[in-house]
């Protein structure tokens, strides 16, 4: 009995720590390749980690207003289901400024990502590269993902939008982070605008959505999803008709493991 106790107690100690709330937050600095500025990340990578040992990466954008630790500490439900995703899934979790509270994946903010990724992999052995976001930062993954496909193997976007030239709110932080307004630049805004590049979705999208959504209205994303559909392209919609500018944590849970391979789209709510 006293073996066999001992046993166990071995491996306990020998099973990976998958409780994101006891992993260590590193505040990573960069010197951005694109203008020279210090820029910042936070990583969290699993415990205990083998430096050797191939993991998959799970980069979280963050929404207007926030910064780089909303998706590491905060408690609302999109942020810990992406917290819980990326532990169970013994994933290297990286939450970028990505230009701060105003960026919306302007071309500073979309550089710094790139090279993010890049030096990611440079530093560890990074398998796989899965995108997500919550409102801005659903957005923004939609924006990255559509212009970078070769870099990212899945995204999940919550509350997000997927046409710029049409989206109305918070011009003021859009206009300068594209340098310009729509009118002055519409091409800047048409060229970060998801729902004009279908085609460049070769990875598997996962979308929320909230009928009664405001600040970042749904229509533009369900179009989208409803062109990938006819491309056959792997997508997954949960969308909720009487929902707001928010996604509960079981919907954040279902979109983001679609979108890393991890689940079937046979679970989600049809609309």
């Known amino acids: 009995m006293k073996h066999a106790l001992i046993g166990l107690m071995i491996l306990h100690a020998q099973l990976p720590d998958r409780n994101p709330e006891n992993r260590t937050l590193q505040d990573v600095a960069f010197h951005a390749n694109c203008d020279g500025t210090e820029q910042r990340y936070v990583l969290m990578l699993p415990e205990p980690f083998e430096s050797g040992r191939p993991h998959d990466v799970l ?51 979309e550089a710094d990502v790139v090279q993010i990724i890049e030096e990611l992999k440079q530093r560890y052995a990074v398998r796989k590269v899965f995108l997500c976001g919550g409102s801005m930062g659903g957005t923004a993954c939609l924006t990255f993902a559509a212009r970078h496909p070769d870099l990212i193997d899945g995204v999940a976007s919550m509350n997000g939008t997927a046409n710029l030239l049409e989206y109305d709110n918070f011009q003021d932080a859009i206009r300068e982070s594209f340098g310009g307004t729509k009118a002055e630049v519409p091409l800047e805004y048409k060229n970060r605008s998801a729902e004009y590049w279908p085609e460049r979705f070769t990875m598997r999208v996962g979308i929320t959505a909230g009928g009664r959504d405001k600040s970042v209205p749904p229509e533009s994303v369900l179009r989208l999803a409803d062109v990938l559909k006819q491309l056959r392209r792997p997508v997954l919609v949960v969308y909720r008709k009487d929902g707001g500018h928010h996604t509960n944590y079981e919907d954040a849970r279902q979109v983001l493991e679609f979108a890393i391979g991890a689940r079937s789209p046979a679970t989600a709510p049809s609309r």
Not at 79 to 97: L, N, T, W
């Open 59 to 109: 980069v979280a954008l963050h929404g207007h207003g926030s910064d780089r630790w909303q998706f590491a500490k905060d408690m609302r439900d999109e942020c810990r289901a992406v917290r819980d995703v990326a532990a169970e899934h013994d994933m290297i979790f990286v939450s970028p400024d990505y230009r701060a509270k105003t960026s919306w994946m302007g071309p500073k903010a």
